[in-house]
């Protein structure tokens, strides 16, 4: 075990790791920059995934079907959170809105080396509406949650999803 990883007893293990959290802020409005990022990515519900999953006669059958709902970016949409819809029964009145994004051939990628990968895909984004009319987007770089231990198939592919994500920001926010 490392000096991350502790063993507290009765099978339980804490792993100590630390995630880099980027925080991107734009004087654009936060419609704006939902709506360019919006336009660079697809939607797909977890649950069609997994019924696809079910249908495919193979893997290829699979990807195939998958990839009809994934663009360029290679990212889909397959929730949204309106924290702010909510936040303004205490009074905020800021929007704030949380999205669930990933593809599952990406995803694939890094849970073959290391199943609990699967805690960190879907990757999660956050629009924050900024006092001044901007917006700040906010996420965790991916292999800084994911890819924790010694195990460079699995960094390289998370690091593989960092870039994509990082070329995704850059397409939408410059």
């Given at each position: ?57 193979s ?33 905020l009145g ?34 924050n ?46």
């Amino acid at each position: 075990m490392s000096e991350a990883t502790k063993s507290t007893g009765q099978g339980r293990e804490t792993h100590t790791f630390a995630g880099v959290r980027v925080v991107r802020k734009v004087s654009t409005n936060m419609d704006d920059v939902v709506a360019k990022l919006r336009a660079r990515v697809g939607r797909l519900t977890l649950a069609a995934v997994i019924d696809m999953a079910r249908k495919a006669r193979s893997v290829a059958d699979f990807e195939s079907e998958a990839r009809k709902f994934i663009p360029e970016s290679g990212f889909v949409i397959f929730d949204e959170i309106d924290h702010g819809a909510w936040l303004q029964r205490y009074g905020l009145g800021l929007k704030n809105l949380r999205w669930l994004f990933g593809n599952p051939l990406i995803a694939v990628t890094m849970i073959r080396h290391d199943p609990t990968a699967g805690l960190f895909v879907p990757i999660e984004l956050l629009f924050n509406e900024s006092p001044d009319g901007g917006c700040a987007v906010t996420y965790v770089v991916p292999s800084s949650l994911i890819a924790i231990d010694d195990n460079p198939p699995l960094l390289a592919a998370a690091r593989r999803l960092d870039d994509k994500l990082e070329a995704l920001m850059v397409s939408a926010l410059g």
